[in-house]
């Protein structure tokens, strides 16, 4: 039986060689040439002025928040309660949170915080690749950190993603659109704030003499690799291609189980990258048991963080458990043709007409 995969990463000969060229320049560990070409090739693409690779994105996140606290930032957050586990973890880590509910038709968060203003920092969830209404949540928080985890290449009001929050952060995760295995970036157009970033994700380092070992603040080790960079550099040539394929892949979804499944909206302004294919159903659990016997591989959609043990919090919170006991993602990924989302369809139709 055939087997199709939630997501894979499309990697080929290229990749393998530029991964190889960086072992063999022996320069393989943090801060090195193609670590800076890859930053400076990222925020070029995306139409940004300062990009800091790092780790994953999850450390993006917390590096990100560390930086805030270093600029006297009181560490308080907004939060969706849907969202990936990794935005929550983070700023319970870090600070003070308050979880708010999505919107029903777009998954992103609700707009209307009316009820939260005073907290300092928002963070907006991309979700799915699905750029937020940025201009919405201006006047809520002093700040937005956007976590972008999932919308590289993403497009809100004919720009990137990238540059409409104070600071946002993107993953590499071998799921994502393009991916250096584990990585991350974070993105931001204020050169004071990016200076605060690169010094705590490298140990609080300045630029001083290289040989000497003062920390002018409190820093960890962020960065990314040299392998990682050098990966990161081919996929970033492919990026346009992934996004346009994965836009037809998605509209052959939508073609085909058109009335028999509930899509995101997708709002005027929005252009996403497709990185996951949402839908709703009467019975996710169910769907996705019967279509891993066809040898199809799908998730459900994140337990909303209310409902997780590490952040458990109490609210009301309708949009986003509905969310959760309907929705689920479908196969969409780089390596996925347009005859295997056919192929995926007519099995999911058939299941729903059940």
């Known amino acids: 039986m055939k087997t199709i995969n939630w997501a894979e990463p499309d990697m080929g000969e290229e990749e393998a060689n530029a991964a190889a060229e960086a072992v063999r320049s022996n320069f393989v560990g943090g801060n090195g040439p193609s670590v800076r070409e890859f930053e400076a090739k990222f925020a070029r693409k995306l139409g940004l002025k300062y ?3 790092v780790c994953n994105g999850t450390m993006a996140l917390i590096c990100a928040m560390q930086a805030m606290r270093t600029m006297g930032i009181t560490l308080k957050f907004i939060v969706p309660t849907f969202t990936f586990f990794a935005t929550g973890a983070t700023a319970v880590e870090m600070g003070l949170v308050k979880l708010v509910d999505v919107d029903r038709y777009t998954w992103n968060i609700s707009t209307d915080l009316n009820e939260n203003r005073g907290f300092p920092i928002v963070i907006p969830v991309d979700i799915c690749g699905l750029p937020v209404n940025y201009d919405s949540l201006k006047g809520y928080s002093k700040y937005i950190l956007a976590d972008s985890a999932e919308s590289i290449g993403s497009k809100y009001k004919g720009e990137y993603i990238g540059s409409q929050a104070d600071i946002h952060t993107f993953s590499l995760h071998a799921s994502k659109v393009i991916t250096t295995g584990e990585g991350g970036m974070i993105t931001t157009e204020n050169k004071e704030t990016y200076e605060i970033l690169k010094s705590v994700c490298n140990q609080g380092y300045e630029s001083h003499d290289w ?3 003062t920390h002018d ?3 960890f080790n962020y ?5 990682h960079a050098a990966i990161g550099l081919v996929q970033l ?3 346009d291609r992934y996004i346009k394929e994965r836009t037809e892949k998605a509209r052959i979804y939508k073609d085909l189980l058109e009335g028999r499944a509930e899509f995101q909206e997708i709002p005027r302004d929005c252009v996403p990258n497709y990185f996951l294919l949402p839908i ?3 019975d996710n659990e169910k769907l996705c048991r019967e279509l891993k016997k066809e040898g199809i591989s799908t998730k459900c959609v994140w337990t909303p963080l209310h409902q997780q043990a590490p952040t458990k919090m109490k609210g009301s919170f309708p949009n986003a458990e509905y969310i959760a006991s309907h929705g689920m993602y479908l196969p969409i990924g780089n390596r996925l ?5 056919k192929e995926i369809a007519d099995i999911v139709s058939k299941h729903l007409r059940k």
Request: aromatic content about 8%; hydrophobic content about 50%; glycine content about 8%.
């Open 51 to 53: 990009a800091l690779a």
């Open 211 to 213: 040989w000497l070992y």
């Open 217 to 219: 603040r409190l820093g």
């Open 223 to 227: 960065r990314m690799s040299e392998v």
């Open 237 to 239: 040539k492919k990026l």
């Open 280 to 282: 709703l159903v009467e």
């Open 337 to 341: 043709g347009e005859e295997d989302v």
